[in-house]
T-cell receptor, first 114, second 113 residues
C-alpha cells in the first residue's frame, strides 16, 4: 500500500534553533517528493519539489534531502523563527508524477517558542 | 494576482441540506483539484479537472459532485450533506501535471450538524 509517514507528529523548539523533520514513504513507482508548509487556518504552500535524481533542494532556511534508495526524506530548518510555527507536510507523487495521484502525509506540527 | 480563492470561508449546514463551494483561480491553470482535510489524516483528493469542461473522480468522490464550466472556476457541490462531510475543503490548481507547483486556496471550513 502506498503510504507516506512523517515523524515526529509534533515538535517544540526554541527560536534560533535548528530542527529536522522526517518523511518515509512506500510509494512505488516514485516520481517526485514535495514538502509543504501549512500555517494554521491557511492552505498549504509549496517549499520544495525533488525528483529521484535530486539529493537536496534548498529554499531559504529550508533544506530538503532525498534518499530514493531508502525512500526517506528530511526537511531541515535552520535558525528557526517564530513564523516557522506551522504544519509541514510531505507529499509523494507516483504513477509518472500525475498530480491527481499525490499521497499526502499527516504532517509534523512545529511550534517555535521565543 | 489573487491566486486561488475560495468561497465561503465557513459554513454550517444541517443534515440533508445542499450547498456549493466555489473555487476561482486567476493564473490560467489547466488543472484544478478539490481536497478534504480531516484531523489525523493527510489531504485526500475528492475530484479533479484537467481542463475546462472536464472532471474526474479522486480518492473519495462519494457524496460530492463537481463542475468546471469555465477554466478559472471549479465548483464542488454537496447534494445532501451528511455529518461525515464535516471537514476543511481545499481547492488547488497547477499549470500542468508532473513536478509543477500546486497552489492552494485558503480553505472552506464546513460543519454539518
Amino acid at each position: 500500500k502506498n503510504q507516506v509517514e512523517q515523524s515526529p507528529q509534533s515538535l517544540i523548539i526554541l527560536e534560533g534553533k535548528n530542527c529536522t523533520l522526517q518523511c518515509n514513504y512506500t510509494v512505488s513507482p516514485f516520481s517526485n517528493l514535495r514538502w509543504y508548509k501549512q500555517d494554521t487556518g491557511r492552505g498549504p504552500v509549496s517549499l520544495t519539489i525533488m525528483t529521484f535524481s535530486e539529493n537536496t533542494k534548498s529554499n531559504g532556511r529550508y533544506t530538503a534531502t532525498l534518499d530514493a534508495d531508502t525512500k526517506q526524506s528530511s526537511l531541515h530548518i535552520t535558525a528557526s523563527q517564530l513564523s516557522d510555527s506551522a504544519s509541514y507536510i510531505c507529499v509523494v507523487s507516483g504513477y509518472g508524477g500525475a498530480t491527481n495521484k499525490l499521497i499526502f502525509g499527516t504532517g509534523t506540527l512545529l511550534a517555535v517558542q521565543p | 494576482n489573487a491566486g486561488v480563492t475560495q468561497t465561503p470561508k465557513f459554513r454550517v449546514l444541517k443534515t440533508g441540506q445542499s450547498m456549493t463551494l466555489l473555487c476561482a483561480q486567476d493564473m490560467n491553470h489547466e488543472y484544478m483539484y478539490w481536497y478534504r482535510q480531516d484531523p489525523g489524516m493527510g489531504l485526500r483528493l475528492i475530484h479533479y479537472s484537467v481542463g475546462e469542461g472536464t472532471t474526474a473522480k479522486g480518492e473519495v468522490p462519494d457524496g460530492y459532485n463537481v463542475s468546471r464550466l469555465k477554466k478559472q472556476n471549479f465548483l464542488l457541490g454537496l447534494e445532501s450533506a451528511a455529518p461525515s462531510q464535516t471537514s476543511v475543503y481545499f481547492c488547488a490548481s497547477t499549470i500542468n501535471q508532473g513536478r509543477e507547483t500546486q497552489y492552494f486556496g485558503p480553505g472552506t471550513r464546513l460543519l454539518v450538524l
